[in-house]
Protein backbone atom coordinates (compact mmCIF):
# COMPACT_ATOMS: atom_id res chain seq x y z
CA UNK A 1 0.00 0.00 0.00
CA UNK A 2 1.45 3.53 -0.83
CA UNK A 3 0.85 6.44 0.66
CA UNK A 4 0.16 8.82 -2.27
CA UNK A 5 -2.44 8.37 -5.72
CA UNK A 6 -3.64 5.26 -4.34
CA UNK A 7 -4.47 5.83 -0.93
CA UNK A 8 -6.32 9.34 -2.04
CA UNK A 9 -8.84 7.20 -4.48
CA UNK A 10 -10.29 5.65 -0.93
CA UNK A 11 -11.67 9.14 0.56
CA UNK A 12 -15.16 9.00 -0.53
CA UNK A 13 -16.64 9.68 2.93
CA UNK A 14 -17.53 13.29 4.15
CA UNK A 15 -16.61 14.57 7.70
CA UNK A 16 -17.84 17.83 7.32
CA UNK A 17 -21.20 19.43 5.76
CA UNK A 18 -22.42 23.15 5.30
CA UNK A 19 -23.13 24.78 8.75
CA UNK A 20 -26.28 26.40 9.80
CA UNK A 21 -24.76 29.55 11.28
CA UNK A 22 -21.87 30.45 9.55
CA UNK A 23 -22.23 28.54 5.99
CA UNK A 24 -18.98 27.47 5.69
CA UNK A 25 -18.41 23.86 5.19
CA UNK A 26 -17.28 23.41 8.36
CA UNK A 27 -19.76 21.20 10.57
CA UNK A 28 -18.22 18.15 11.80
CA UNK A 29 -21.17 15.51 11.32
CA UNK A 30 -20.01 13.02 14.11
CA UNK A 31 -18.78 15.58 16.95
CA UNK A 32 -21.85 17.85 15.86
CA UNK A 33 -19.87 20.90 16.00
CA UNK A 34 -18.78 23.56 13.63
CA UNK A 35 -15.11 23.93 13.29
CA UNK A 36 -14.80 27.47 12.19
CA UNK A 37 -18.15 28.83 14.22
CA UNK A 38 -18.41 26.38 17.02
CA UNK A 39 -21.92 25.89 16.23
CA UNK A 40 -24.13 24.99 18.28
CA UNK A 41 -22.24 26.63 20.98
CA UNK A 42 -24.15 30.26 21.80
CA UNK A 43 -20.56 32.43 21.72
CA UNK A 44 -18.82 32.62 18.23
CA UNK A 45 -15.72 30.80 17.89
CA UNK A 46 -12.69 33.53 17.72
CA UNK A 47 -9.21 33.47 19.10
CA UNK A 48 -7.08 36.80 19.08
CA UNK A 49 -3.87 35.04 17.17
CA UNK A 50 -6.19 34.86 14.73
CA UNK A 51 -6.03 38.47 13.16
CA UNK A 52 -7.37 37.78 9.75
CA UNK A 53 -10.30 35.22 10.72
CA UNK A 54 -11.48 37.66 13.27
CA UNK A 55 -11.41 40.63 10.58
CA UNK A 56 -13.23 38.45 7.67
CA UNK A 57 -16.09 38.39 10.64
CA UNK A 58 -16.02 41.13 12.64
CA UNK A 59 -18.51 44.29 12.81
CA UNK A 60 -18.65 45.88 10.10
CA UNK A 61 -18.83 43.39 7.49
CA UNK A 62 -22.45 43.17 7.57
CA UNK A 63 -25.16 45.04 6.70
CA UNK A 64 -25.22 46.80 9.93
CA UNK A 65 -29.06 47.54 10.07
CA UNK A 66 -28.92 49.30 13.88
CA UNK A 67 -25.19 50.21 13.69
CA UNK A 68 -24.77 52.78 10.70
CA UNK A 69 -27.39 55.20 11.92
CA UNK A 70 -25.76 55.66 15.08
CA UNK A 71 -23.64 58.11 14.59
CA UNK A 72 -26.28 60.47 13.26
CA UNK A 73 -28.93 59.70 16.16
CA UNK A 74 -26.32 60.19 19.01
CA UNK A 75 -25.52 63.67 17.41
CA UNK A 76 -28.96 64.49 17.54
CA UNK A 77 -29.13 63.30 21.18
CA UNK A 78 -31.46 60.03 20.33
CA UNK A 79 -34.65 62.57 19.49
CA UNK A 80 -37.95 60.77 18.30
CA UNK A 81 -41.10 61.87 16.93
CA UNK A 82 -40.64 65.40 16.36
CA UNK A 83 -40.88 67.75 13.51
CA UNK A 84 -37.93 69.95 12.30
CA UNK A 85 -39.09 73.64 12.88
CA UNK A 86 -39.81 75.87 10.09
CA UNK A 87 -37.53 78.47 8.55
CA UNK A 88 -38.51 81.84 8.44
CA UNK A 89 -36.90 83.56 5.64
Not at 53 to 78: D, E, V
Request: charged share 30%; with cysteine; net charge positive.
Amino acid sequence: MTKGTTSFGKRHNKTHTICRRCGKSSFHIQKKTCASCGFPGAKMRRYNQHAKAKRRRTQGTGRMRFMKTLPRRFKNGFREGTQAKRQSA
